[in-house]
């Protein structure tokens, strides 16, 4: 059964960059017609999806956070990274990696979230 960990700092001050990664278990990163995204969830607002690397490696960001978002990956740890750029309080919400299988929003499998605050 596949297991998703996020890690990353919990603080993170305007300006800087959220730097954060998903550690994958029980299945590769880059096994066929997987997408392994981020979403976040700022508090009392729904989700959001911010974006994707799929198994071949390929990227998609929402348009919305295109401009400030980049998303990695290290095979050889099994391992994906999120990176936001240039941060602002309204940033601040629980970030989640999750696996969609077929479609990138077909997700059936997803971390315990790990909540990030923008704050000086």
Request: glycine letters at 10%; a positive charge.
């Amino acid at each position: 059964q596949v297991q998703l960990q996020e890690s990353g700092p919990g603080l993170v001050k305007p300006s800087q960059t959220l730097s954060l990664t998903c550690t994958v278990s029980g299945g590769s990163i880059t096994t066929n017609y997987y997408y392994w995204s981020w979403i976040r969830q700022p508090p009392g607002k729904g989700l959001e999806w911010i974006g994707y690397i799929a198994y071949s490696g390929s990227t998609y960001y929402s348009p919305s956070l295109k401009s400030r978002t980049s998303i990695s990956r290290d095979t050889s740890k099994n391992q994906f990274t999120l990176q936001l750029s240039s941060v602002t309080p309204e940033d601040t919400a629980v970030y989640y990696c999750a696996r969609g299988f077929g479609r990138p929003n077909a997700l059936d499998a997803w971390g315990q979230g790990t909540l990030v605050t923008v704050s000086s």
